[in-house]
């Protein structure tokens, strides 16, 4: 075991849900050798930085959060850069950071703590891409006690043209059935509640094997416990009549899907390289209201794309207007080196695209309040996750709709029936507040069970 003084490890995770999992795997191993997670950046001995490289803007939160903890850490302290932006531009970050100690690729993470016990700065990447927990590699949940991710593919096999992470993340890599299952059986064991199934789109998982993510569901719900099951992502292409069909059939899966979307007409989809077109889109958005009563539908939304006119954009508008979705995140199209979308014709000015990014915005803002007032008056099950950041008087939590870090929440604001955090209770919805709806905690969804807690000094980004 290492002296108490020397071991310290302060973690930041930025970007995704899948990094998040890495960086867990990370500070699993290095709990198990005997260092100790901090939250205080000044007392920790090693810092260690999961950075997200998908974007220009992810690139430079990135070496921003990298020159921040340079700035505040203590002298002696040494720092761990890893994740997508070492695998694909270390060299940036040696050029603009030289003062990074070690650098890990994004598919080299079983090997931090051969990295940090070298006497000497050094850096670990290989052309491994991603990283896929297996065997007994252990893992320290960062997340409350309640819900966990579980990442099941890393890669991806689509290539649409203005994504670059086939180049960051590689072909798709599918855990096989047992892992997943194991990993499951391991998260209930340990109290978790809710489980969040990630991959750049779960609906590929297996193909390399030519195995279906169906039939992983159904495996997934052979196991007995009374256990919630929330999807991150599934494209459009990938939900058939049969994985409704579960959906609808198994309570134990959340009604919620995450549905990346990106645009609607038919030709820029298919300038995007998208494998659906809007008379798709709009089956399965018709089919899901129709056949999953209280679905709620997340999707992402690109404007700005090249060659995109007005028209096109005013097609997008109506869309929104006309199939309603719950939560909509809007980006705009960024001109990544590699993508093939950098090298089409008529790009779009700067100015164009942030004005049409917020007309997007306020049609979706004024979509969402209308769509969330269906919840008024009803009592739903809401998981209560915490005092409210801005008084001890409020709470919040989540509903079946509300994925964490993603979605609004609920804020409560009759708090006296509530015992415990990590747990389900009943609360009855009576007002709407932008993403967010209000409402009081009425009595205990469920018998009362443990309390969920968080890992001591962990910081996530």
Known sequence: MFTQSLNK?????????????????????????GYQATADMKEADY???????FLESSRRESLDTIQMLIDEKKASAKVVVTGCMVQNHKDIIKTEIPEVNYLLGSGDVS????????TENQEIVTSARSYLQAGEVPRTLSTPK????????????????????PQIKGNLKSKSVEQVLKEMRALLSQGVKEVILIAQDLGDWGKERKERFEDLLK????????????????????????????LKSDSRILKYLDMPLQHINDQVLKNMRRKTNRAQIIETITKLRREVPDVVIRTSLMVGFPGETEEQFEELCGFVQE??????GVFTFSSEKGAHAETLPDHIA???????????MQIQASTVQKLSRRWLGRTIPVVIEGYHPESNLLMIGRFHGQCPDIDGQVIINDCRAVTAFG?????????????????????PAKPKKSSSSRLGGLRIV
């Open 9 to 33: 490890v302060h973690f930041t995770s930025l970007g995704c849900p899948r990094n998040l999992v890495d960086t867990e795997v990370m500070i699993g191993i290095l709990l198990q050798a």
């Open 47 to 53: 810092l260690v930085v999961n950075t997200c490289g």
């Open 111 to 118: 090997q931090i703590l051969s990295l940090i016990t070298a």
């Open 146 to 165: 309640h819900y966990a991710y579980l990442k099941i593919a890393e890669g991806c096999l689509k290539r649409c043209s203005f994504c670059i992470i």
């Open 219 to 246: 495996a997934i719900l052979t196991l007995p416990d009374n256990f919630k099951l929330r999807l991150l992502y599934l494209y459009p292409d990938e939900i058939s009549d049969e994985l409704i069909g579960l």
């Open 323 to 328: 199939y309603p979705l719950d939560n909509i």
């Open 350 to 360: 700067e100015d164009i695209k942030q004005r049409r990014y917020d007309t997007l």
């Open 423 to 443: 747990k389900e209770y009943l609360v009855e919805i009576t007002d709407v507040a932008g993403y967010d709806l209000v409402g009081a905690a009425l009595s």
